[in-house]
């Protein structure tokens, strides 16, 4: 069962060939054998997705299903669930139950999927590997002894190991796509705007967008579909109407113009990465694609200009965590002021990389400084925007390598704070920009997997849905399963 | 290069603790990102408008009439110390 599709169970379920109830048994048995392995949970949600399945089975006998109903999925810990320990990750939220839904949340629930649970990531988003959580490492299915990338490494963990029919995370600068590549699923970061960060725990409120991680485009364009459009308690949501995203990726394949940047095929790239993805690119060509080089001047400056703007955000989001109204506080000490007990229950609450990056945004905003490096970022980062939109006039996609390497060692790359940002090169980019970007498997080097990067302009989701899709029906790198977990 | 006073005053303006322990390496790692991030200053920004979001968009207004209904009840269930409706945080002194 765990090895159908989303789009294969949603069958299932409409044609009764199994009912909502025994799928949602047989993942919270896979997960019961696997997720203690993999890390990839920090809740399991066991009764509330059985009362939740029983619902669905319901429905889908009085025809009253979407194609969403009894598909069990989990959703990434930054998003709030009502009554369900939220922590994104974090000591300082180790004891925060969320009195509310987010809005991805509700509507998917609404549309009838069972919520299998809250998955592991990077503490507050903050990582491309899943090794900052305070709930310790995810590991990757692959390899165990292999991070599965990050920050959404439980939710890419959980699908790749098909332990969940598909999972919901976020991607700021590259956390959706980049534990994509490295664990071998789909993952798909939408426009900016598209999906509603209601409900979502902000980290940088000009880049974080909600997505999803599959095992196919054509998975993710049905939850893109339910999740996606106008939500008037996000003041940054599109009111444009949400295509039928489901249907037009089945359209026939059109004419289309691949840019592909040369300038990320440096030294900074493993050859045979490069290779994998150079192959994938080839079979676009077959499929009727037209390959052409291009040039995105200040793209060099994506790692830079986030690592300034990312973290500015970030401390100021994130001061809302003082041990005031919820969120962990410190034992009382005596002759404390209220400076000093902020200064504590943060320092307690918070992990040392939320730590450097906080640190780092106080640094960049504070006076004398502001100008030189916030300013200065957010001007490459309208350069760096310029570049895609000069680019689309001439071509429909931008390609390249997803992510520099396959999955690296636990603990290999957490003492060199820049090795690990620069897992995050080919990615940055579209968060810069508000840009749609997927990630999807293209071949494997040493037995691991590497993704193909595709980014989109504006709100072409469906288009960027239908060329994975085209690929994927032409290859089945997607359809791979590491060995334990097949 | 930062300094330890450096990290002080960003620790004290970030309400944040840290350790003495953990001080010199929070000093290394942060001034490796500063060097990064310098890489910044190289390029010519002249005339480029600072783009703050990816949106070509004003912010969304609403009328000015409550809409929220009071949860306080709900809510206050995660606060570490609560009394008669209010939170309770170490004396202010001035």
Redesign the interface.
Known sequence: MHTRTLAQLADDLRARRVSATELTRHYLGRIERFAGKLNAFITVTADQALAQAAVADRRLADGKATPLTGIPLAHKDIFCTTGVKTSCGSRMLD???S?YDATIVERLANAGAVMLGKTNMDEFAMGSSNETSFYGPVRNPWDLSLVPGGSSGGSAAAVAARIAAAATATDTGGSIRQPAALSGITGLKPT??RVSRYGMIAFA??LDQAGVLTQTAEDAALLLEAMAGFD?RD??S?DDPVPRYSQLIHEPWEKLTIGVPESFFDDGLEPENAAAVRAALAELEKLGAKLKSIELK?I??S???Y??VAPAEA?SNL?RF??????H?AK?AAG?????????N???G?G?EV??R???????L?AGYFD??Y?????????I?DDFARAFRDVDFVAGPTSPSPAFGIGQKTND??AM?LNDVYTIGAN????PAISIPCGFVRNLPVGLHLVAP?LAEARLLKVAHHFQRATDWHARVPTSYA | M?RPE??DR??????????PA?VPD?TA??S???A??????A?D?TG????????ERA??L?PDVVTEID?HE????????VERDL?L?????E
């Open positions: 004891n925060f139950v009195p900016y705007g409120s000009s008037e003041s940054t599109l200040y060099h400056l790692v830079p200009a690592y300034v401390s001061s003082d041990g005031v109204r919820f969120g506080r009382r404390e002021d209220l400076t000093t007990f902020y200064m504590r943060r320092g307690e918070f040392a730590k450097r906080i640190l780092t945004g106080t640094y960049v504070s030189a490096y300013l200065q970022a957010q001007k490459a980062r309208k350069l925007s704070p820049i940002y810069l920009a508000g840009l504006p | 930062l450096d990290i960003l620790c004290r303006l970030a309400r944040l603790e840290i350790t953990e929070v790692k942060l490796s990102i500063v990064m991030v310098d890489q910044l200053k390029c920004t480029v408008t600072p783009m703050a979001h990816p949106l912010q969304r609403r949860r709900l809510y206050q269930g995660n606060a570490p110390l939170y945080v170490p004396k202010v002194i």
